[in-house]
């Protein structure tokens, strides 16, 4: 499956097969989303019925498909963090369940070990005052045993410049592609926080084909991108055309 999302702006997918992209229109007209919540309890929102949610908003962290800061349409998906307790993603969850007011998925995308890639463009502005090589992340979203009913082993893998070598420039849309050697680095799947599962002494330098030879069974939840959790400091930023 591939699957393009633009953003109206754009969101994508990739499973090896050609798909045009799909446009994802914001919940108010003019691109004016910006869901927030200030508690620290995880929230959501669904962007229609699209498929795509705002979700696990806390500590006034804000998301949402608006023109603050367009890429090649009229719109992207803007982000705000206003201190390191504050949290924002936008998720592609398919079959999502509304837990307590956050979504979780509730069905699989198909097999993670026929994952071949995903990508998506980010921005950093430059009004933010956190850690230099923070930019928004990209994250696939795993059942790792592949068994929907047992969810003590969700997670998910992260990918971030800083342990790929690159830099988070500012004021300038960039274009990033996990591939098969890309490092990524995990949370949950049964296994803790930032694991090493190869034979180096780093967690963090785990490819995209070591972590499908260590999970053959698991499937993709979703996708995800977003800012904050530990980002001390101010935070503003988008994605735009999120595929896999």
């Known amino acids: 499956m591939l699957r393009t999302v633009v953003i109206h702006a754009a969101l994508a997918a990739c499973f090896g097969h050609a798909a045009a992209a799909a446009v994802i229109y914001s919940n ?26 705002y979700n696990n908003v806390r500590n006034s962290g804000t998301v949402g498909i608006s023109s603050s800061l367009p890429y090649a ?18 998720e592609y969850l398919p079959g999502a369940v509304n837990v307590a007011g956050n979504y979780l998925s509730g069905a699989s995308l198909g097999l993670f070990s026929d994952l071949q890639s995903f990508s ?12 230099p090589h923070l930019h928004p992340v990209l994250r696939v ?7 929907l009913a047992t969810v003590g082993d969700r997670g998910g893998l992260v990918f971030e410049r800083v342990y790929n070598g690159g830099s988070a420039p500012a004021d300038a849309w960039v274009s990033d592609t996990i591939t098969s050697s890309t ?7 049964g296994i803790g926080f930032a ?3 190869n034979a180096t002494p780093y967690a963090y330098d785990a ?18 991108a977003g800012v904050g959790s530990g980002w001390s400091g101010v935070f503003s930023g988008a994605v735009d055309s999120i595929a896999w």
């Open 28 to 53: 108010n007209s003019p691109l004016n989303d910006s869901f927030t919540n200030p508690t620290g309890a995880n929230q959501g929102q669904a962007v229609g019925s699209t498929g795509w949610y």
């Open 73 to 90: 349409s009229n719109g992207s998906v803007f982000f705000q963090s206003p201190s390191g307790a504050a949290k924002a993603d936008i």
């Open 120 to 131: 998506y463009l980010w921005y950093r502005d430059s009004s933010s005052t956190v850690a």
């Open 141 to 147: 979203l795993l059942d790792a045993d592949g068994n």
């Open 183 to 189: 490092f990524l680095w995990n949370f949950g799947l």
């Open 195 to 197: 694991a090493n599962i």
């Open 207 to 224: 490819t995209l084909a070591e972590w499908q030879a260590y999970f053959p069974n698991a499937v993709i939840l979703g996708f995800s």
